[in-house]
C-alpha cells in the first residue's frame, strides 16, 4: 500500500466500520418489541463485521498516524456518522447543545491534528 492511500484507507475503513457500529449500538431502537436476546445477537453479528474494518485501519493506520491520533479520527467520524444516523433513521433532531458539544470535541480534535508546539 502507497502513497495517497495509504492516508486514506484507515479513514475509508474506519467510516465504514462506524457505520456497522452505529446500526450495532443503536438500531435497534427501532425494534422495542424484539426481544432483547434476539436484539444482542444481532448487535453481535453487525459487530463483527465491524471489527473487521476496524481492526485493519487501525492496523494500516497506524503505519502513517499516532494511536492517538487514529482514536480521534474514530470518534469524530463516530460523531460525523452518529448525527446522520440520529436524524435520518431515528427521525432525532441534533440540537444547538448536540451541535456545541460535537463542534468542541472537533476542536479537539485540530489540536491533536496540529503540529506540534
Not at 15 to 22: A, C, K, Q, V
Not at 83 to 112: M, R
Request: hydrophobic share 60%.
Amino acid at each position: 500500500m502507497h502513497g495517497l492511500w495509504l492516508w486514506l484507507a484507515p479513514v475509508v475503513l474506519l467510516s465504514l466500520s462506524n457505520i456497522f457500529m452505529t446500526f450495532a449500538w443503536y438500531g435497534h431502537l427501532k425494534f422495542p418489541h424484539v426481544a432483547l436476546w434476539l436484539v444482542i445477537l444481532i448487535s453481535w453479528g453487525i459487530a463483527l463485521i465491524e471489527y473487521m474494518l476496524a481492526v485493519p485501519a487501525n492496523r494500516l493506520g497506524h503505519r502513517v498516524y499516532s494511536a492517538a491520533e487514529l482514536k480521534t479520527m474514530q470518534e469524530v467520524i463516530t460523531l460525523v456518522i452518529f448525527a446522520g444516523f440520529s436524524v435520518l433513521y431515528l427521525k432525532e433532531p441534533i440540537t444547538w447543545n448536540h451541535a456545541l458539544g460535537f463542534s468542541l470535541i472537533a476542536a479537539g480534535a485540530f489540536v491533536i491534528f496540529r503540529a506540534p508546539l
